[in-house]
C-alpha cells in the first residue's frame, strides 16, 4: 500500500472540507486520505468505512494523481432541448395524463425522442412534477342508493345513529359566541 505524507496544514484542510461537506461519498474520501497519512493500511481503513477496498486503493490513486476528493458524477443531461422542455412543461400543465407511457408516446410523437417510464419518471421529477393516484369508488358501489339515502336526512339538527347532522354555519357562530365570552 502506498502512503500519503500530508502536512499539518493539508490535514487541517482535509478535516475542514470534512465538515462542510454533505456528502457521505465525499466524506469517506476525506476521511480514507487522512486514515491513510496516519499509517492505516488499506483492510483497515476499508473495515472502518464499511466500503470495499479496491474503492479505498481507488480513492487514494485518484488523490495521489490529481488530488480528487469531490464526486463529479452529475448523471446525464437531458435528451430534450430547453425549448422543448419548456414547451412539454406547457403541455403537461394544460392536458393531464394517468399513465407515463402516454407522456413517453407524446414526446416521441412531437419530437421523435424516446424516453423509458424510469427516464421520464426522472425527468418529472426533476421538473417538479409530481404523481398522485386517483382514489376511485369501491368496486360495488350503489351509487343510487347511496344518493337515496342522502336526500332522506335533514342536515340541520337531525340524530341518525348517535351522529348529529349539524350546519357549518351554525357551528361557526357557536364558536364566534364562545371566543366573545372568553375575550369579555
Same mark, same amino acid.
Request: net charge positive.
Given at each position: 500500500? !502506498?502512503?500519503?505524507?500530508? !502536512? &499539518?496544514?493539508?490535514?487541517? !484542510?482535509?478535516?475542514? @472540507?470534512? #465538515?462542510?461537506? =454533505?456528502?457521505?461519498? *465525499? +466524506?469517506? =474520501? ?6 491513510? /497519512? ?11 468505512? +464499511?466500503?470495499?477496498?479496491? %474503492?479505498?486503493? +481507488?480513492?487514494? $490513486?485518484?488523490? @495521489?494523481?490529481? *488530488? ?9 443531461? /437531458? ?5 422543448? !422542455? ?13 399513465? @407515463? ?8 410523437? %412531437? ?5 423509458? &417510464?424510469?427516464?421520464?419518471? $426522472? ?6 412534477? /409530481? ?17 337515496? #339515502?342522502? +336526500?332522506?336526512? #335533514? ?13 357549518? *354555519? ?7 359566541? =364562545? ?6
Amino acid at each position: 500500500m !502506498t502512503q500519503i505524507n500530508l !502536512t &499539518v496544514p493539508q490535514k487541517a !484542510t482535509l478535516e475542514i @472540507q470534512h #465538515k462542510q461537506s =454533505r456528502n457521505g461519498k *465525499e +466524506r469517506d =474520501r476525506i476521511k480514507a486520505m487522512l486514515l491513510c /497519512s496516519e499509517g492505516w493500511n488499506t483492510p483497515m481503513i476499508a473495515q472502518a468505512l +464499511r466500503i470495499h477496498e479496491t %474503492s479505498i486503493l +481507488r480513492h487514494i $490513486k485518484d488523490y @495521489q494523481d490529481s *488530488e480528487k476528493l469531490t464526486i463529479e458524477s452529475g448523471g446525464s443531461s /437531458s435528451k430534450l432541448s430547453a425549448e422543448q !422542455t419548456e414547451e412539454l412543461i406547457c403541455h403537461l400543465t394544460e392536458q393531464t395524463y394517468h399513465h @407515463q407511457k402516454d407522456i413517453i408516446a407524446y414526446i416521441k410523437a %412531437s419530437w421523435s425522442i424516446e424516453y423509458t &417510464v424510469a427516464g421520464i419518471n $426522472k425527468w418529472l421529477h426533476q421538473n417538479k412534477f /409530481s404523481y398522485k393516484k386517483p382514489k376511485g369508488l369501491p368496486y360495488k358501489t350503489d351509487t343510487e342508493k347511496h344518493w337515496r #339515502k342522502l +336526500r332522506g336526512f #335533514k342536515l340541520l339538527g337531525d340524530v341518525i345513529d348517535g351522529v348529529i347532522f349539524i350546519d357549518g *354555519e351554525k357551528q361557526e357562530t357557536e364558536n364566534l359566541d =364562545r371566543e366573545d365570552r372568553m375575550s369579555a
